[in-house]
């Protein structure tokens, strides 16, 4: 019963109208109080999703994992890891999901395995076996010295020294997830019935976690390589021919001219969706400097994508606020802003949530919300944003954004109802952020907060399918602190303004192009003076925002 | 470019009364399966037709017919008898891609004659209903929805478990196959007795003593119809459940939303909404207050789209009809557990409107405190036959019970905003009687 098909009329544009919902599995509900959240646990918090509004769950990796990179360590691609539940709750999982309106994906790591899998445990020891070739070996750690280092932190060089085998083994993250090689067909045709194996079970698809790096190749930076393309043309033909409405979502963190190439040719015929990396610190950076500009230029500077293709935005994920797609400058001005103490760096990176990178500013987070609901993309958030939830940056590697939801303000944040000692990581409990100030009990009672904020700008984007499938063209206002843009799709026409300022500004928008036409406040439905012929003057209050439906006059 | 088969049934498929989707505009319309229910003279076909919209999505109908050209024989009393002699056969019939099955309940012996007359039931939006020798009713489903049907889901569980104020189930059939798994109609007892809305209007001002005394056996047989629904814990389909922590706050956000919502336009041009104009905020305090509870019981199966309409006197006792759901809601939705109490507030806002009715339609005025008897009666003999495990307790369950006839009452409001502007005093003065009401303690 949980085939999509049976709960979702045919859409192929239904990803690009979809707000999704970011879950750390292990951190939203605890269903059976072992002190871990579980598919039981989930699928109890399915109401509240459900009323948030939101159309996408996307879970982070759930396979079973010695869990040293957050689950992406996968140590067998067709199961669930225990502390999760079994396939039996995951499939009912996805089946009370599908009753909601919700669809569900999954990320899956193509490119690596842990090095507790099986298959590297009998490449390892079997050179001349059956899973021999599946991994990159070499016996020289010289080769393909192009490739960069991504986890600069923690990893000396792209290869270690395997002394079971005898050689050294390529790797483009940690040195415990061995790279794939998918130079052998049998490799190219396992991952197929992986991604078959999960959609069978009715998921909706997945969220392809580090796509660009499937293959090496001599004298490149083993990044975006054609037969790489090749590979992913040939999963989404896989997809098209027996699963129709699923989506495959890639994570390219990549410059967008680059990333474009993920979407394929023609209508788009490899992933369906890409993230758009390099928006979202400029975002950050855009808010901070008070000027437009960033923002402007990297939307103008993004390539046209596919008819059938859409663009995946965000403010903060599970991961650091990445710094790759920044310049140097642009890099040290983040840090200097945003990472005041060195613990909240990682990587090319700063390990913060939204909340507390934004210094807890309610009108921050609401403008950095209108901003990204406004662009062209779907928007993804992270569970606990839209509570205002902090981070814990004495927490290791990531674990500081990846903290338990806080549900309530009982003990463990309503999270779960094992001991304190037993919880994966500690719920956050300072005055500020902790659970007692901050939770969605509190949050769904008080009319005024940002959760009940986040529910109607969500149910707004819902009711304009502009925001999902329209044209958009930035206006150049004199005011560079203010960003403004149009959207169009068939007769609806929206104007959005944002104030990036912390103080109040006017800003005349030429507008002669509407002229006649009257602006509706979106929100409060309120009706502002008719367009004329000279520019149109708003004023906006600091860090405020418009959003107008720009609509015939009924007068007339 | 479509055939002119195709577009002959197109054109019949969008011209009847139970095509759900008049405002869009339908782009291919196909058979997508069939099967042959009769070959001999009169030939009776069963087709599953897809028609698809411009916007991609599409729908599937049920159409029962002779072939292309005679797409629909419910007319015909002989075809619609071979449905009703199929089901006490329980014949399997073989489709393109599926099977269409029949089947009868052994425990009913009111389909053993021959059936003479068939008469259709006129006024029906989505279903087309046939009425045999005043003794049967056949309801065909028109349009078609994967999974299971709710109200033969409701019926079977409301039967094997001896709830007897029910129209007895006679029968089902229903469609299994490559498109989709789907009840395609139902047969049940035929009940002659009096609309429990007509029964309220006609005696309103005559004798309204012989109808709120009655409404005490309504609020009886209400509470034994949830107190059985929410008596079987071993079928998980029934199995009442305890609500999530959020439920509450979810419920309030929920009504605190849609007041806030209506109250931000309200049409300056309608004096009937002049007692609750700049009351939002008022309103929105009031349910702060009454969502301050202990507790909101569990949640069960339900009749879902309650109200005195559905409700029929017959034999001096009530019979229940029509578990359908709200049509608007997706089947999934329908069959969602909730409070029973959703129910109860659903009959309540339902006196509220038959009170106004006959000032409305008939210019008198309901007798002093009609609808204040009307609760209470109906409310006693709830509270008799309820199983307590079911609901919250004391005062909890009448501030639950508000909440859930103002959240009832809001949305009145916008419909009849929408739609009957003259009627929009029903859901003000509900709204009002609320907030000058005490809040339960």
Redesign the interface.
Same mark, same amino acid.
């Given at each position: 019963?949980s085939d999509p098909g049976?709960?979702f009329? /045919?859409?192929?544009?239904w990803f690009k109208k979809a707000v999704f919902y970011e879950i750390h599995l292990r951190g939203f509900n605890d269903g059976n109080d072992d002190g871990s959240g579980d598919f039981r646990g989930l699928a109890?918090?399915l109401?509240?999703l459900q009323?948030l509004g939101v159309d996408v769950l996307w879970l982070l990796p759930f396979y079973p994992s010695p869990l040293r990179d957050g689950g992406y360590d996968i140590a067998d691609f067709f199961t669930i890891h225990p502390d999760y539940g079994s396939i039996e709750d995951f499939k009912y999982f996805v089946d009370q999901a !599908?009753? =909601?309106?919700m669809r569900v994906i999954a990320d899956l790591v193509m490119n690596h395995t842990s090095s507790d899998h099986p298959w590297f445990q009998a490449s390892r020891t079997d050179p001349s076996g059956p899973y021999g070739d599946w991994y990159v070996w070499g016996d020289d750690d010289t080769r393909w010295s192009e490739a960069r280092i991504i986890f600069l932190d923690t990893e000396p060089s792209n290869w270690t020294w395997d002394p079971v085998r005898g050689q050294y083994f390529w790797h483009r993250f940690f040195s415990h997830q061995p790279d794939l090689n998918y130079d052998n067909p049998e490799v190219q045709e396992q991952m197929l019935n992986v991604l078959r194996f999960w959609l069978d079970l009715g998921l909706d698809g997945f969220r392809l976690d580090a796509v660009p790096y499937l293959y090496e190749r001599d004298g490149t930076n083993g990044e975006n390589l054609p037969e790489t393309h090749a590979f992913l043309k040939r999963v989404r033909a896989e997809v098209d021919a027996r699963y129709q409405d699923r989506v495959l979502l890639a994570e390219a963190n990549q410059w967008p001219a680059d990333v474009v190439a993920y979407f394929g040719d023609g209508d788009g015929d490899e992933c369906h969706m890409a993230f758009h990396f390099p928006v979202m610190p400029r975002m950050f950076m855009a808010i901070r400097r008070e000027d437009a500009l960033p923002m402007v230029e990297i939307l103008e500077s993004t390539p046209p994508i596919p008819s059938g293709a859409q663009w995946g935005l965000f403010l903060r994920n599970h991961d650091e606020l990445t710094l790759e797609m920044v310049t140097d400058d642009e890099r040290d001005y983040m840090y200097d802003e945003y990472a005041k103490d060195p613990r909240m760096k990682l990587n090319l990176g700063i390990r913060r949530r939204l909340a507390p990178l934004l210094d807890n500013g309610r009108d921050e987070i609401q403008l950095m919300h209108a901003i990204l609901f406004s662009l062209p993309g779907s928007p993804v958030l992270y569970y606990g944003d839209e509570i205002g939830m902090g981070d814990n940056f004495f927490l290791g590697d990531r674990d500081g954004v990846r903290t338990p939801m806080q549900?309530?303000g009982d003990r463990n944040g309503?999270f779960s109802r094992a001991d304190f000692q037993q919880l994966y990581l500690p719920p956050l409990m300072d005055p500020v952020y902790g659970f007692q100030a901050v939770n969605?009990?509190a949050q &769904? =009672?008080q009319?005024n907060s940002l959760l009940?904020w986040i !529910? /109607?700008l969500i149910a707004l984007r819902k009711d304009h399918p502009v925001f999902g499938l329209g044209t958009y063209e930035a206006l150049r206002p004199d005011n560079p602190r203010i960003f403004a843009h149009v959207r169009t799709y068939e007769d609806d026409i929206v104007l959005c303004v944002h104030n990036l300022a912390r103080s109040a500004q006017a800003v005349e928008l030429d507008l002669s192009r509407w002229e006649g036409l009257v602006p509706e406040e979106m929100f409060?439905?309120t009706r502002f003076p008719r367009i004329g012929e000279l520019p149109y003057l708003l004023t906006l209050a600091p860090r405020g925002f418009f959003w107008f439906q720009l609509r015939k006059d009924e007068a007339e | 470019m479509t055939s002119k088969s195709e577009q002959h049934l197109i054109d019949f498929v969008t011209s009847q009364r139970w095509f759900g989707s008049k405002t869009r505009e339908v782009t291919h319309s196909a058979v997508v399966d069939r099967a042959t229910l009769r070959e001999e003279d009169p030939r009776l076909e069963l087709m599953l037709v897809e028609t698809r919209f411009d916007?991609?999505? !599409?729908e599937t109908y049920q159409l029962l017919g002779g072939d292309e050209h005679e797409l629909d024989s419910l007319a015909d009393p002989r075809q619609v008898r071979e449905l009703v002699h199929l089901m006490r056969t329980n014949t399997k019939v073989p489709a393109g891609e599926g099977i269409v099955e029949f089947a009868a309940i052994e425990s009913f012996a009111g389909t053993g004659h021959e059936l003479r007359e068939a008469r259709p039931v006129g006024a029906e939006q989505s279903n087309t209903s046939i009425v045999f020798d005043e003794e049967l009713i056949l309801k065909v489903f028109r349009r078609l929805e994967?999974?299971i049907n709710p109200e033969l889901e409701l019926l079977r569980f409301l039967t094997e478990h001896g709830f007897e104020n029910i129209a007895q189930l006679a029968g089902w059939y229903a469609y299994a196959g490559r498109q989709?798994d789907a009840t395609l109609g139902i047969l049940q007892a035929f009940v002659s007795g009096e609309d429990g809305w007509d029964r309220a209007l006609a005696t309103m001002e005559s004798e309204p003593e012989r109808f709120l005394d009655s409404l005490h056996r309504l609020g009886e047989v209400t509470g034994r119809m949830h107190a059985v629904l929410g008596s079987d814990s071993d079928d998980p389909a029934f199995a009442p459940e305890e609500t +999530?922590?959020? +439920?509450l706050? &979810?419920l309030?956000?929920?009504v605190?939303?849609e007041i806030?919502s209506i109250f931000?336009?309200l049409p300056e041009d309608n004096a009937e909404l002049e007692p609750i104009r700049g009351r939002g905020e008022e309103v =929105?305090e009031r349910l702060?207050m009454l969502?301050n509870l202990g507790g909101t019981g569990r949640v069960i199966r339900h009749h879902g789209d309650f109200h005195l309409g559905q409700t029929l006197w017959a034999d001096d006792d009530w019979v229940v009809l029509d578990f359908e759901g709200e049509p608007a809601r997706?089947l999934?939705?329908r069959r969602?557990k909730r409070s029973p109490l959703r129910d109860v507030s659903g009959m309540l806002r339902s006196f509220a409107y038959a009170a106004s009715a006959t000032a409305l339609m008939r210019g008198t005025s309901p007798p002093v405190a009609w609808e204040e008897r009307a609760r209470a009666e109906f409310l006693d003999g709830y509270r008799k036959t309820i199983d307590q495990h079911l609901v919250p307790s004391g005062a909890s369950m009448d501030k639950l019970l508000r909440v859930f006839e103002l959240e009832k009452a809001v949305y009145e409001l916008r419909y009849e905003l929408n739609n009957r502007p003259d009627w929009v005093k029903i859901p003000v003065a509900g709204i009002v009687r609320m907030l000058e009401e005490e809040v339960p303690v």
């Open positions: 019963m049976n709960w009329e /045919r859409d192929p544009d109890d918090k109401d509240y009323w !599908h009753q =909601r309106g549900w309530t309503g969605v009990e &769904l =009672r009319p009940r !529910h /109607r409060g439905r | 916007t991609g999505t !599409h994967a999974g989709m +999530s922590a959020e +439920s706050g &979810l309030t956000a929920t605190d939303e806030e931000m336009d =929105r702060r969502t997706s999934p939705e969602r």
